[in-house]
């Protein structure tokens, strides 16, 4: 078998292939496939959580690529059992700045959606509505790329930048357009986020980037409000 068959076999949620594949090669539970994606990577998009633990308890690194397994995992609607189970083993630690655990609470109550614990804490440290993770990111980026809203809005309410970059030169825009979020994307738009701001990497802005993908069907909505957004509509 090859390295990409663990890559297929976590996509499919075939935890018996993903065992045997690691017991053959224990190498294989952080192989990169063509895209760098890592088996971890896979099992999480695609909500396969008894895949997920299997890869853990097999020693998968979680701070990969600088931790996207959260945020693979974090993108997919109602995966909060997945997400739990990173933020238990350890998946925030690429995204937390040393010692500062108040970050590693706020980091997690953002990743996992958990918008009660989000007013809590902003409630007594306003300060974390802006305050980088240990990659660069801002929580507004997280939970933007989540399609979090009401997180989103919270994060608005307290100061956090609608223009904000990410290190990679991603925008806030891009982060909810670009993974489908209409609601969380109309939210930005309305709380003046630039949709013409370009992305660092390729210079596109998100109009330019969503031409790249005429026949997926969750960017066509998104399109039609950055349409409507610069109508003046």
């Not at 896979?42 to 997920?52: C, K, R």
């Not at 974390?128 to 809005?153: F, K, M, N, Y």
């Amino acid at each position: 078998m090859t390295e990409a068959s663990i890559h297929e076999a976590c996509s499919r949620g075939d935890v018996d292939a993903v065992r045997a594949l690691i017991a053959a090669d224990p190498a294989a539970v952080d192989a990169d496939d063509e895209y760098g994606w890592r088996p971890i990577f896979h099992a999480g998009l695609w909500q396969h959580e008894a895949v997920v633990r299997l890869l853990i308890e097999s020693g998968a690194d979680l701070a990969a690529h600088d931790g996207y397994v959260m945020h693979y995992a974090s993108e997919v609607r109602n995966n909060k059992a997945i997400v739990s189970l990173l933020v238990q083993y350890g998946a925030l630690d690429a995204h937390v700045r040393p010692t500062d655990d108040l970050s590693r609470q706020f980091l997690a109550a953002v990743f996992l959606a958990d918008a009660a614990r989000v007013r809590s804490l902003l409630s007594k440290h306003p300060r974390l509505a802006t305050a980088p993770d240990g990659c660069g990111d801002q929580p507004i980026h997280h939970a933007a790329r989540s399609g979090d809203t009401e997180v989103v809005r919270l994060l608005i309410e307290c100061g956090a930048d609608v223009n904000a970059r990410t290190p990679r030169g991603h925008t806030v825009v891009y982060c909810a357009g670009g993974h489908g979020h209409l609601d969380t994307l109309q939210l930005l738009l309305n709380a003046g986020a630039d949709c013409d701001a370009r992305l660092t990497n390729d210079a596109k802005t998100l109009m330019e980037w969503l031409a790249q993908y005429p026949d997926d069907a969750r960017f066509t909505p998104i399109a039609e409000a950055l349409r409507r957004h610069m109508a003046g509509a």
